[in-house]
Each structure stands twice: as structure tokens, then as C-alpha cells.
């Protein structure tokens, strides 16, 4: 023991314990306050830079939700962004060998089919009456006019697929004229089940290479320029469909498939084999 400490009393050695204790105490705490402000300090940034990745994701989708609004007024007779293959009422007609934009026969009936991507029905409209379709095209003996419309959207969870998809086939129209008809089969073939979101875009592109779509042209699908340019022609050929007196049914409602031949709704079976063909054949002049 050093000389110090035996000359120290009792009372003095605590004393100097407890002052050393409270200086080992300060330190400690001082320590722990400058690892909370560290702290703080690392936090506020990571906060400060979340909040600046949510307001460019907010700002982000903002402006694609901009670009893909679409005006339900506007008529189709006003819309800008027209496939190429359209006809003014909002029908592209196919031709020989499922291409698109082809002219109109005007010694021919014309038959018309509106259709909605997500609608169960047309599904099996399709499968029906494939083989008559083509048949008309291949044998010359009516023209046929395509008609995609977008009356399902609420069915697809906030999607809006059926405008996604419609969008699409009138992209591959105006740009892959020569798929047209191959796309619109593939998207019967792959048609999702309503109350779901139906495809990504991706893979509503991915259906469109599987038929011969042009990659680049297959991408304008995949990133949603599609719909960005052809949606607001979706939407207004969808709102002159509806609106068509001509197309309702008895309960004065537009539903889908709807099927015309020259311009007047067929009230026919179209599920009766030969029941489309016969009508296209007692409509030739």
C-alpha cells in the first residue's frame, strides 16, 4: 500500500472512490450522448432519404398516371392517336392471312365482332367460330372487322386490362399489321379469369413475340406505351359502342360479344355450328 493511501483516512478513500465513480459516470454518459446523436443524426439522413424516394415515386407515378388518363366524353371522332389500321368507327378490319388494315369489299357482307379481352363469352365466341372467321377471309366471302372494346376494367382489380390489352392489339395493328390477327387469337388463348389483374404488360409483350411481333414493337407493349398512345382510342371506341343504339340488346344494354352483319346486331346462335355462315350467306347479295 502506498504511502498516499496510508495516509488517507477511511472517510477520504470513499470520498475519492465516489468522486471516482461520478467522473467514470459522466464520461459514460457523455459517451452514450454522443452515440445518440450519432445515431439520430445517421437516422435523420436514411428518414431524409426515404422521404425523398417516396416523393420520387409519388411523383413518378403521378406522371404516368398523367400520360395514361384518358377523357370518357371525348368522342372517337376527336381521338389523335389512331392505329394507322382503324377504320372511323373504331373497327380494323382483317384480311387474308390475319393481317390488319386491309380495304373493305363493298360486294361482300361485313361482319363485325366486339369483343372485350377479359369477357369469358367472347372467349368462347372465339373458339367457336375461329375456323368461320377465317374461313370468310381465306374463302373471300365476307369481310371481317374487329372491334376491341374495354366495358370490363372493373373486373380486373384496378388494372384495367381489357383497356391494356385492346390498347396492345391496336399497337400490333398499327405497327405488326401482319400479326394482328395471330395476337388477337393469342390473347383469347391466354384470356385471364375476370376478377383478377389479368397479365403484366410484360407478358402481354411476351404473347406477341410467341407470334412473330417485332421485339421492338413488342416492347412499346411491355413498357406501356401502348396503352399511353391507344388508350384514349380505346376508351372513345368503347363509348361509341355503347352509346350505338344499334348494337343493344332488347334490355336496350351493350354487352359483349356482339356480332354484326353489315352493320346491324346479329340475333342469331353463334354457339349453333354453320349458324354464322349460314347468316353471312343469306346476306350475300
Same mark, same amino acid.
Given at each position: 500500500m502506498s504511502s498516499n493511501s496510508q495516509n488517507q483516512s477511511k472517510a477520504q478513500r470513499r470520498e475519492a472512490a465516489r468522486a471516482q465513480a461520478l467522473e467514470l459516470k459522466r464520461k459514460q454518459e457523455a459517451a452514450d450522448k454522443r452515440a445518440r446523436l450519432i445515431t439520430m443524426s445517421v437516422?435523420?439522413?436514411?428518414?431524409?432519404?426515404?422521404?425523398?424516394?417516396?416523393?420520387f415515386l409519388l411523383?413518378?407515378?403521378?406522371?404516368?398516371?398523367?400520360?395514361?388518363?384518358?377523357?370518357?366524353?371525348?368522342?372517337?371522332?376527336?381521338?389523335?392517336?389512331?392505329?394507322?389500321?382503324?377504320? @372511323? *368507327? !373504331?373497327?380494323?378490319?382483317?384480311? &387474308?392471312?390475319? %393481317?390488319a388494315g386491309v380495304a373493305l369489299d363493298e360486294d361482300l357482307p361485313t361482319v363485325g365482332v366486339f369483343f372485350d379481352y377479359l369477357c369469358p363469352i367472347c372467349g368462347q365466341f372465339e373458339e367457336a367460330n375461329e375456323d368461320t372467321l377465317e374461313g370468310f377471309l381465306a374463302d373471300g366471302t365476307a369481310n371481317v372487322v374487329l372491334y376491341p372494346v374495354s366495358i370490363l376494367n372493373r373486373f380486373s382489380q384496378g388494372t384495367e386490362y381489357p383497356t391494356r390489352a385492346a390498347a396492345a392489339f391496336a399497337w400490333v395493328a398499327d405497327r405488326a399489321p401482319a400479326q394482328a390477327l395471330a395476337f388477337h387469337k393469342a390473347l383469347f388463348a391466354n384470356e385471364p379469369e375476370e376478377n383478377t389483374?389479368?397479365?403484366?404488360?410484360?407478358?402481354?409483350?411476351?404473347?406477341?413475340?410467341?407470334?412473330?411481333?417485332?421485339?421492338?414493337? @413488342? *416492347? !412499346?407493349?411491355?413498357?406501356?406505351? &401502348?396503352?399511353? %398512345?391507344?388508350?384514349?382510342w380505346v376508351t372513345s371506341a368503347t363509348g361509341a359502342a355503347t352509346s350505338?343504339?344499334?348494337?343493344?340488346?332488347?334490355?336496350?344494354?351493350?354487352?359483349?360479344?356482339?356480332?354484326?352483319?353489315?352493320?346491324?346486331?346479329?340475333?342469331?346462335?353463334?354457339?349453333?355450328?354453320?349458324?354464322?355462315?349460314?347468316?353471312?350467306?343469306?346476306?350475300?347479295?
Open positions: 437516422l435523420g439522413v436514411v428518414l431524409a432519404a426515404l422521404v425523398a424516394i417516396v416523393a411523383i413518378r407515378d403521378s406522371a404516368t398516371n398523367a400520360a395514361d388518363a384518358v377523357d370518357d366524353g371525348l368522342p372517337l371522332s376527336e381521338v389523335t392517336d389512331v392505329p394507322a389500321t382503324a377504320l @372511323a *368507327d !373504331g373497327g380494323i378490319p382483317i384480311g &387474308a392471312g390475319g %393481317v389483374p389479368g397479365h403484366a404488360n410484360e407478358q402481354i409483350a411476351e404473347f406477341a413475340r410467341e407470334v412473330g411481333v417485332p421485339s421492338d414493337v @413488342a *416492347d !412499346g407493349i411491355a413498357s406501356g406505351e &401502348a396503352r399511353r %398512345v391507344f388508350g384514349q350505338n343504339e344499334a348494337l343493344l340488346n332488347a334490355q336496350g344494354q351493350f354487352g359483349t360479344p356482339t356480332i354484326t352483319i353489315d352493320g346491324e346486331r346479329w340475333e342469331g346462335n353463334w354457339m349453333v355450328p354453320g349458324a354464322l355462315a349460314q347468316a353471312v350467306a343469306d346476306a350475300t347479295p
